[in-house]
Every structure is written in C-alpha cells, then in structure tokens.
C-alpha cells in the first residue's frame, strides 16, 4: 500500500460519522482500489469465515485461535472471534469466548453482534450455535439457543433476524433449518415457518441467505428440494412482507440437477444489489461446462413472476466461488477460482479465459470480468466479502493479497 496511511485514515473517518454505522453490502461510487490497506490486523492460523461491520467496529469471526497487529508487534489470544477499528486496524479487547468455529455474523442494535456457528459454549455458559455479543464489555446477551447441528447464515432487517443452518429447533421451537427471531425479544416468529424439505437428502440446510434491502424478498439457498410443499430446487424466494410468509411467485429451474454426486448441495452464497432489483449466486461443484451451472456466478433479476433463468452466467472452468458481495458498481465474487469467462474450461484455461485468482470483480449487467485483479493466494477460498462505506473487506485462509502479507483478512479502500 503505497499511499499515505495518515491522508487515507482522514479520508475515511471524515467519511463516518459518529452516530452512522458502515453498512454492509451498500451502493459504492466506483470499483475499490486494487491496492488493500495497510492497517488491518492478522489472523495467524485457520480461516476467517465471517465479518460484520457494527459502527467503526470490523467484527470477524471463524476457526483461528491467534491474530497480530498490522505491524506483527503485539500478539493476542482470540478463539474464533476477534474486533478490531474500521479506520486504524487497532485490535480490541472483545474477546468472547466460543468452544466452535463462528460461520456467521450480523450487525445488531444498540452496539451488538449476532454470531452463529458450531458451539456449544459462550464465556463458560451453555449455548448452543446462536448468540448474541455486546461489543463493549464481550458479554453475551439471551438468545434462544438450536436443538443440535449449526448456523451458517445470519442476516438483520428491520425488526428481524434471520438465521439458517442444519438445526431443527430454535428455543425449542420446530423449525427446518430456517428461522426469524424478534430482535427486540428473540423470540422466534410465529409467522416464519417455509417448512423445508429434502427427501432425497438426510435432512434440509440453508447455506446462506439473503434479504432484500427493503426487506420484502428473503432468497434462501442451500440442501433444499421442497417448501411450503411446493418444488424448490435449492433455491427459493419467500415474500417476507406477507403475513405469515409465504414463497414468492418466483422460481428458478436452473439449479434443478447435480454436480458431482457427492454434493448435496453446491450454491454457496448469494447476495442483493443495493437497489433490490437482482440478486447474485455463487457455486461450487467440482464439474465445468457451459451447460452446468457448477462452479459459477449467476445472476437473477426480481421482476417478473413464474420461472425465472439468470440473466448472465460467469464459469471459472472448475473451480468453486464460495462468497460474492455486490456493490452498485460491480458484483465481486471470491473462491479457488483461478479463472473467470471460463466456459470451456476444466481445471484449465479455455478460450476467452480470463486469470483472477481467489477474488474477482464481474460487470453487474453483462457479467464479464472487469480489468480490477488484485490477485489472492487461493488456498480453499475466500469466505467472506463485505462491503462498507470504507470499502471492500475480503477473509480467506491465505495470506497474499494484492501481491502483500495480510493474514486472512485485508481491505480494499474504495478511491
């Protein structure tokens, strides 16, 4: 990072004011620089899974038991959540502590964070998969607690949490894999219930979720074939503005078929535009074809009912996209891939080819890739993309990034 720390750290605390969170997934002006910052802390071993923005506090959670200042200096103990200044690097001293991996995070009110995971145990307590944190003093906060199995996607919208994973029950109420908690109470809805279903599979999971900025669409993706009784092929889309919620006459076939016979599911994140208009899928898979839908990023808009196909699909040739965040400006998806436009690719370069390692920015409308390439070290794959009003945060298992050391997380400003 070749800028100076000092110019850039005014730029972007003149850019947040004091009582206005930085918030996630939000329209940009432009795609980020290509260039990550200096500042941002190191997570030493493991994988960063997870990162929510709360205020001027990065949340960032996973399986990792050690991280360092951005100067390697001072060394801290912190078992699989850590915090630290959106616009210094500087570590805090919230340090919660979890028996599990952390694979979600979400903002909450009044300076929390929710976490979900595969725990069992919160600062000593009895805790299973779901919780809540003060950012301030670490304590935990009551949260209805899964029956067994994990939480894998959190998202907050307006009165609402979101939560879904492989757990059956929440605060002993019967819910597949999918549940909506009152923020103001935790207590689960009544109103949320898509019963899913997987018949062919052991049992349902939602991989991830999202919900549209103005809260009326909720697009939930992971092992699911059935909701409502109604065919979903691992995607769905609910009208959460109905009461109870009820699936939204939008459906898609295009994920109706296998990979590789050992996935039980392969879409693996999904996220809105700023403006609600489409949302972004991305897969793993383990086959390429420009017939397949595996190892791609797709896109989908909203309007219109009945079926639905994408809009524009990219293929990496082979390789999985794990995480995609979309900005206004661009859709930037992140895996082990090594290429984008890669169609005719398997495991190699096809024609049109295009070498983006581990991270990429596409073309919102016609999906290609855009000339940002900071390159990562690909390792399994980036896990989590966030973007905030400072920029793009990005957490792997590597710790290359734009041709730099960055343990596991980094940032790239936006300007």
Not at 177 to 182: E, F, I, N, T
Not at 251 to 269: E, I, K, S, V
Request: with cysteine.
């Amino acid at each position: 990072m070749r800028r100076s720390v000092a110019v850039l750290l005014g730029a972007l605390l003149a850019g947040l004011a004091a009582t206005a969170p930085a918030l996630a997934d939000q329209a940009q002006s432009a795609v980020v620089s290509a260039d990550p910052v200096d500042f941002t802390p190191h997570v030493l071993d493991g994988t960063v899974r997870a990162i929510a923005v709360v205020g001027d506090t990065v949340v960032v959670g996973g399986d990792f038991s050690r991280v360092t200042d951005s100067a390697g200096r001072t060394y801290l103990q912190r078992n699989n959540l850590f915090a630290y200044r959106l616009g210094t690097g500087q570590v805090l001293d919230f340090a919660p502590a979890l028996d599990g991996p952390v694979y979600a995070l979400a903002t909450g009110p009044s300076g929390t964070v929710y976490a979900g995971g595969d725990f069992r145990q919160v600062n000593g307590a009895a805790q299973r998969g779901l919780t809540r944190f003060r950012l301030d003093t670490g304590a935990a906060l009551a949260m209805p607690a899964i029956d067994w199995g994990d939480v894998r996607a959190l998202a907050v919208a307006g009165p609402w949490l979101y939560a879904g994973g492989t757990f059956t029950r929440v605060g002993g109420v019967s819910r597949a894999g999918l549940a909506r908690l009152s923020t103001a109470t935790g207590a689960v809805d009544q109103g949320l219930d898509l019963h899913l279903a997987a018949p062919d599979f052991p049992r349902p999971r939602v991989e991830d979720l999202a919900v549209s900025p103005d809260g009326t669409r909720l697009v939930v993706i992971g092992v699911i074939e059935q909701a409502l009784g109604q065919r979903r092929a691992q995607l769905l889309v609910a009208d959460t503005a109905a009461n109870p919620v009820r699936l939204a006459d939008w459906y898609t076939p295009a994920y109706d078929n296998m990979c590789r016979w050992n996935f039980d599911t392969y879409l693996r994140g999904v996220a809105f535009s700023p403006d609600g208009s489409y949302f972004v899928v991305v897969t793993s898979g383990r086959l390429a074809g420009a017939q397949r839908m595996c190892d791609t990023a797709a896109r989908f808009n909203m309007a219109g009912a009945g079926a639905h196909n994408p809009v524009w699909v990219n293929h990496t040739g082979g390789n999985s996209l794990l995480s995609v965040a979309v900005t206004g400006p661009a859709v930037y998806v992140g895996g082990h891939q090594q290429w984008v436009d890669n169609p005719y690719g398997d495991k190699s370069a096809g024609p049109g080819a295009v070498s983006r390692p581990g991270i990429a920015a596409l073309d919102p409308v016609t999906g290609h890739a855009l000339a940002w390439n900071p390159t990562r070290s690909r390792g399994e794959g980036t896990r989590a993309l966030v973007a905030c009003s400072a920029g793009l945060l990005i957490g792997s298992d590597t710790d290359r990034l734009g041709h730099e050391y960055h343990g596991r997380i980094g940032m790239f400003p936006l300007g």
